[in-house]
Every structure is written in C-alpha cells, then in structure tokens.
C-alpha cells in the first residue's frame, strides 16, 4: 500500500536548478531514513543523499556543495535541492524509504518510479 511518487524532473541547461520531491503516501507508521539515488545509462545506480528521521545527511562527493536533501515528516515528503547542475547529473533520480508499516512488521524499502534530471545545452 506504499507509494513514493517523485516529481520536478526535467530538462535544465548547464549551472541551472531543479528542486525534487517525493512524497511518500499509504499505510505507513513511521519513515526512518530517506534518499535519492538516480542512474544513468549503462551505469549503475549510486546513492546521491541521505537523510535520517533526526536530519542527519550525507551526499555523495560529486555533489556536494551542490545538492541539499531535505524532509517534512509531516508530509512524509522528501526533497533534494538539485545547484550548478552539471552534465554528468543527467540520469533518472529515484527516491528511496526506509518504511515501517506498523508496530508489528520489519522495517521495508520502498521506491520511487523514478523522475528523469536532463542536464544539457
């Protein structure tokens, strides 16, 4: 009954902005860790940011000072703030939940159909 569904994808040219979002909806009890990945073609998929349930983040090298990943748990939304874009940022950017659905299930990983980032001239 979960669903991530991205939106903000699309074309920019190079050094422009684009803002991600996902928001999670269903039967959910609680979010605990959120991130984006995003793959490009022929290549594999990489973890771009990361955010804990506290706010704690991470980025991967290549985009830092460039990405920011934010939450509102009180959507169950979660977004990256996508600067300075650059060409090799171009790939299908996917959102990932770590999920609890209730008090009585393990913790689950969900996925996100997937938002296509086209950074090109």
């Known amino acids: 009954q979960v669903q991530l569904v991205e939106s903000g994808g699309g074309l920019v040219q190079p050094g422009g902005s684009l803002r991600l979002s996902c928001a999670a909806s269903g039967r959910i009890f609680s979010i605990y860790a959120m991130a984006w990945y995003r793959q490009a073609p022929g290549k594999q998929r990489e973890l771009v940011a990361s955010?804990?349930?506290?706010?704690?983040?991470n980025y991967v090298d290549s985009v830092k000072g460039r990405f920011t990943i934010s939450r509102d748990n009180a959507k169950n939304t979660v977004y990256l703030q996508m600067n300075t874009l650059k060409p090799e940022d171009t790939a299908v950017y996917y959102c990932?939940?770590?999920?609890?659905?209730?008090?009585?299930?393990?913790?689950?990983?969900?996925w996100g159909q997937g938002t296509q980032v086209t950074v090109s001239s």
């Open positions: 990932n939940a770590e999920i609890v659905v209730t008090t009585k299930t393990p913790t689950g990983y969900y």
């Open positions: 955010i804990t349930s506290a706010g704690i983040t």
